[in-house]
């Protein structure tokens, strides 16, 4: 997708003249009711992959935030060079750790925040605000300001829906000292969305300032330690912040899939007679098997009896769960970790999904669901041939991290959704101690 | 045990998108259609969390009603609704204001610009407007410019306004309100409402067409023989009486429901889903569209009005006899005709259409009949070889079906016809959301694409110019043909197909 055009370069400003300048822009060059009365949109971007892929001139800039097939295809080619294995994502954490260690200096225009994806741009943030810390710590802070206003073939008619752009770049502290910047610039009268835009392991006092009560905040739970992923997100939800989880919508195709099997009223009882539920996570990160597994137990009112890992050879290779149904049986739950040569580009995709159920007097009906980029043989095997067997290929969403954005922003979604707000909680207690 | 009356895995699934802060406005908020239809959508919106928390419905009317007169009547209206929803309702209702409110007043027009005002900073609606006409037809034009000159509709990002159905009465009328409106307000801004484009299957016309490979190849004269599309209804003229006898079937039916699923069927591949992209396309179809015969209407019509039928234990009176009609009246309750579309996907393509009330089912339906083999290399079990069907229900048993041939078992090679078919109900289980639950949404969130453009409903006056001209200037040409209360129309429609070597196909 092509990038919006800034209306002017971006200009750059010492921190305290950014209010002022911007007043004096929209009352000079650009007409204030030409202004997008739409939202403010806050972005952690610290692409430290992105940035770390450039200096050791495994890619060329420049730095963008965006992530593209080059960046995916470059992170997978350097994962054994940097001793990590090979089911390790791109987007792990541990990846760009990892390649800061490797020598090189090469440099690279830092461009964060100046391209508005046009997935983004087509809502018309009213200010997109970006925070772009570097690699380098003691970086001073730098703050740029530009205005954009629509391409005349995007604007399809409609009166033209301008904003403005502010990048607050440079070391972590030099960052953390322009948050003070962030109040004014945000204001009252929008919504403001908050898109934590890397690993929630990093800067827990930066993503608590910005994630203020009144704003909407999106991360991304596949993106760090998995205990630590969870309880942010229950965190924020106990309260009452409008989050949303962008590993919790990457696995859309899944609850899709799943529900469209119980669709057809003949299929339903059988969800009341769920014996055993198995899922597959690519690696070892289990927070989007987890949400899965913490919604389907939510949607059919299991109650939790005790989780726990499941070791072999000394490893975990997954986490076993007991839940009591509503009519006092049990199920179990199992979700394991398996390779993959070619990873997702975030860490912990599913895999497969398999739900058992046993209606009494009826053939035993086995659901499978498999990602098409894998296999289910694991999932096929162990006497489901003897059961009805309902299989779906569950398809790999390969939007951007922009267009799922875009999503919620055309959503507008205002409180966290409630299939979250219910899954969260339980995925956190799943995941043992 | 779970209920599995609904599928629980479904329960929240849907990703809708959510309103903006806004004001919705209802002028005629003491009518009809606002108890009955847009109240319950709004609550129904309400009920699926997709009203933001700053939303406020003012109802707006002549009666010196109160806020809470407002609730207490929408409440007693609702209230098979809301009794298992008592709660939610109660949060609901606080969302219902009233302002007493003459359009035809301009002092009170101001009186209402502040009230808004005094909501927005109440509520925190942000000046987000948009303004329902649920009044008469007649002052749909003077209603907009009533809220032009107030300064309501003058920022077109943040004012829209809904104009219910009829959009005007023929071509004439229609060009003339259009001229009005759009002098009042931008084409975005104006959504014009046809209530069968909220249906999930007028919108599955699209996906079936567009989402899938198999279809568009065969979907053109080549391959497709004719196309009949039906409105049926069962019930009579009910309490509409006073409406429908200045209306008919033709405009209550015919160039709004029945035209636009002819141009959902009809129309090409929109470049993108895109709401200019789509309404594009459909006028382009309607403006190639004709009547099969312009110079001799009466040729390629068939106007019926229904007599007194049905069991002695069930009788039905004839339309005539109905309480608010002119016991001489010549309005159609019926109506078939057919059409041709002058392009090169349907040249030569016969469409028929059929509405009419009093009629044995309730149901509306696009048939789609394809070419017969070239050679009949088997006998056909019935007889005659059977066309191959591709049937789009519309309501009721909504889904599609396909007519094709098969082997009759036995020692012989002889076809006949069998019937595959998909239902809703059997496939996803789940009641869809009535129509004006998605458009009321659609216009909210400012997305037209099921809404009608200005050239569009031009285009589809236009096409039923003759026919109106003719029952207004030589009615005799075209004559109210009775049928009996309970069956498929007077015979004459039957002989407008037979005469093409066709029938209606008997649902």
Known sequence: MSPQLTLQAPLELSPDEVPNYLERLWGSELDASTGASTFTLVVWEPSWLQQQLIRTGHIDGPINGLLNKELFAAARSVTAECGLPLCTAPMAPELALALGEQPGHHKAEDLRGQFVDQAISAHRPRRLITLAPTLREDHPLETLVAAYCPLPEE???????????????????????????????????????????????????????LALPSRRVVLDSSIGDPRRCLDVLVEMIATGRAVNDLN??????????????????????????????????????????????????????????????????????????????????SVQVRLMSVPVGIPNSHPGALVGLRLICCPQGKKPLCVILCSESGGCMRLEAGGVATMELAEEVVSVSGDSEEMEMARLLSGGHDSTNPLLAAAAPLAAKLLPL | MTSTLTNPLRVGLRQERVISPQCLVIFGASGDLTHRKLVPALFELFRQRRLPSEFVILGCARRPWSDDD???????????????HHRDWEQFAGNLYYEPVDLQQSEQLLRLADRLDGLDRLRATRGNRTFYLSV?????????????????????????????????????????????????????????????????????????????????????????????????ETVGVEERAGYYESSGALRDMVQNHLTQMLALTTMEAPGRFDPEAIRNEKAKVLQAARLANNEEPWKCCVRGQYSAGGSPSDPFKAYRDEPGVNPNSTTETYVAMKLFIDNWRWQGVPFYLRTGKRLPKRLSEVVLTFREAPVQLFDAAGGSPTANQLILRIQPDEGAGFVFDVK??????????????????????????????????????????????????????????????????????????????????????????????????RP
């Not at chain 2, 909220?198 to 996906?207: A, D, R, S, Y």
């Open chain 1, 155 to 209: 604007s399809s008619g409609s009166p033209p829906a301008c904003g403005d752009v502010v990048v607050l770049r440079g070391g972590k502290g030099a960052i953390e000292q322009g948050l003070a910047l962030l109040g004014p610039l945000v204001g009252e009268e929008l919504p403001c969305w908050v898109w934590w835009n890397g690993s929630l392991d990093e800067s827990p006092d930066l993503l608590e300032a």
């Open chain 1, 248 to 329: 919790w919508l990457r696995q859309r195709g899944w609850t899709e899939s799943l529900a469209m099997v119980f669709d057809p009223p003949g299929r339903r009882d059988a969800l009341n007679h769920v014996v055993q539920l198995d899922i597959d996570v690519e690696g070892t990160h289990p927070v989007q098997g987890l949400l899965l597994a913490a919604w389907i137990a939510d949607r059919l009112g299991w109650h939790l009896l005790n989780s726990y890992h499941i070791p072999a050879d000394g490893l975990d290779v997954g986490i076993g769960a007991e839940f009591q149904r509503s009519d006092g049986e």
């Open chain 2, 136 to 232: 008469s037809p007649d002052f749909y034009g003077s209603g907009c410019r009533a809220l032009a000159d107030a300064g309501l509709l003058s920022d077109p990002k943040r004012s829209r306004v809904v104009i219910e159905k009829p959009f005007g009465r023929d071509y004439g009328s229609a060009e003339k309100l259009n001229r009005i409106v759009r002098a009042c307000a931008q084409e975005n801004q104006v959504f014009r409402i046809d209530h069968y484009l909220g249906k999930e299957t007028v919108q599955n016309i699209l996906v079936l067409r567009f989402a899938n490979t198999i279809f568009e190849p065969i979907w053109n004269r080549n391959f497709i023989s004719s196309v009949q599309i039906t409105a049926a």
């Open chain 2, 408 to 505: 009759a078992p036995g020692s012989g090679m002889r076809s006949r016809p069998v019937d595959m078919h998909f239902s809703y109900d059997e496939s996803f289980g789940e009641p869809s959301d009535e129509g004006y639950v998605r458009l009321l949404a659609d216009a909210m969130l400012g997305d037209p694409t099921l809404y009608t453009r200005a050239d569009e409903v031009e285009a589809a006056w236009r096409l039923y110019t003759p026919l109106l001209e003719l029952i207004e200037d030589s009615p005799w040409r075209l004559p109210v043909q009775p049928y009996e209360a309970g069956t498929w129309g007077p015979g004459a429609a039957d002989s407008l197909l037979a005469s093409d070597g066709l029938m209606w196909r």
């Open chain 2, 70 to 84: 407002f609730r207490g009547k929408m409440a007693e209206a609702l209230a098979d609704t809301i009794r298992d």
